[in-house]
């Protein structure tokens, strides 16, 4: 059974830096996306960025680029969420979600693409 799991949310300040992780199992053999998306109280869910399965590619939402980097470890099964330079309007829950691609190119990644899998979230607050 695939299983995401993120951690690393908390409150930071504007300004601050947060590091999330999302950890990865029961994953086989295939190519899998790997995305960031977030949500904010009464607010639609928004793709913050996307890593391909070799980690070659990454796409940002225009709302975070220059602030945020996506990476992945395979060999931990993991991925990270660093993002610098928070600001209030980042505050949302953020979640971690898998797409298997049937395409066997591993350099393929889209935040607007349909994701299969998602973890349950972590919260991030930034506020003074």
């Known amino acids: 059974q695939l299983q995401l799991v993120e951690s690393g949310g908390g409150l930071v300040q504007p300004g601050g830096s947060l590091r999330l992780s999302c950890a990865t199992s029961?994953?086989?053999?295939?190519?899998?996306?790997i995305a960031w998306f977030r949500q904010a109280a009464g607010r639609e869910r928004e793709g913050v960025s996307c890593?391909?399965?070799?980690?070659?590619?990454?796409a940002y939402a225009e709302s975070v680029n220059g602030r945020f980097t996506v990476s992945r470890d395979n060999a931990k099964k993991t991925v990270y969420l660093q993002m610098n330079r928070l600001k209030s309007e980042d505050t949302s829950i953020y979640y971690c979600?898998?797409?298997?691609?049937?395409?066997?190119?591993?350099?393929?990644?889209?935040?607007?693409?349909?994701?299969?899998?998602w973890g349950q979230g972590t919260q991030v607050t930034v506020s003074s």
């Open positions: 890593i391909s399965h070799s980690g070659r590619t990454t």
């Open positions: 029961g994953f086989t053999s295939g190519n899998y996306a």
């Open positions: 979600a898998a797409r298997r691609l049937l395409s066997s190119n591993p350099n393929l990644c889209s935040i607007n693409a349909v994701y299969d899998y």
